[in-house]
Nanobody, 121 residues
Framework: QVQLVESGGGLVQAGGSLRLSCVAS????????MGWYRQAPGKQRELVAT???????NYADSVKGRFTISRDNAKNTVYLQMNSLKPEDTGVYYC???????????????WGQGTQVAVSS
């Protein structure tokens, strides 16, 4: 059974920093690409950043230069370091991890439960 557990959200003033973590309990799966998404109140979920298995990264234009995604394959963990936070970064942040079962070539995406980030002005 796959389980993703996120942590690190909270309330911070504008200009502050937070570090999100997402740990996967994946059993007999290989972990592929990992990513962070966010959903602001009344808006659709949007991509924040992704990282491939070989650590190639991609960022939304709105967070480039402020956020850094990283992963620790030995710990099945993906991180999101968020610096220079702005009120518009407020939302629920979700991790997403693509996995392939050891016995199959199919890929599946799994979501965490979300962690709230609130940035005050």
């Amino acid at each position: 059974q796959v389980q993703l557990v996120e942590s690190g959200g909270g309330l911070v003033q504008a200009g502050g920093s937070l570090r999100l973590s997402c740990v996967a309990s994946a059993g007999a799966f290989s972990l592929n690409a990992m990513g962070w998404y966010r959903q602001a109140p009344g808006k659709q979920r949007e991509l924040v950043a992704t990282i491939t298995r070989d650590s190639s990264t991609n960022y939304a234009d709105s967070v480039k230069g402020r956020f850094t995604i990283s992963r620790d394959n030995a710990k099945n963990t993906v991180y999101l370091q968020m610096n220079s936070l702005k009120p518009e970064d407020t939302g629920v942040y979700y991790c997403n991890i693509k996995m392939t079962p050891w016995t199959s070539s199919s890929e599946y995406g799994f979501w965490g439960q979300g962690t709230q980030v609130a940035v005050s002005s």
